[in-house]
């Protein structure tokens, strides 16, 4: 038969159940570890944000685009004015 000095021996060499539960309180929980998650980044939030940048350099390659479409245009223009100047310095030269 197992005696009071029996049940205080295997106390000490055994956990008890609070023992164990208080052990356990020092490893993070699943709830704990969702809270702890919610402040960062999801998969969706990464890829709505990776949209909007896509979205942003593509409108600002189609911008450059029409820029540098418009300069052609004023190059084109500037070489015309560039010779009826020379032909106007040549006429007020020449009188």
């Known amino acids: 038969m197992i005696t009071q000095n029996d049940i205080k021996k295997l ?10 539960k208080n052990e356990l309180s020092a490893y993070a929980t699943k ?5 702890e998650l919610k402040g960062f980044a999801t998969k969706a939030d990464l890829q709505k944000s ?6 942003l350099i593509n409108g600002g390659f189609s911008r450059f685009d029409k820029m540098m479409s418009k300069l052609v245009d004023h190059d084109a223009i500037i070489e015309d004015h560039e010779k009826r100047i020379d032909v106007l310095e040549q006429k007020i030269v020449l009188t």
Do not use: A, S
């Open 11 to 20: 106390k000490t060499i055994f956990p008890t159940k609070e023992d164990l």
């Open 31 to 35: 709830d704990y570890l969702k809270n």
């Open 50 to 55: 990776t949209g909007q940048l896509v979205d």
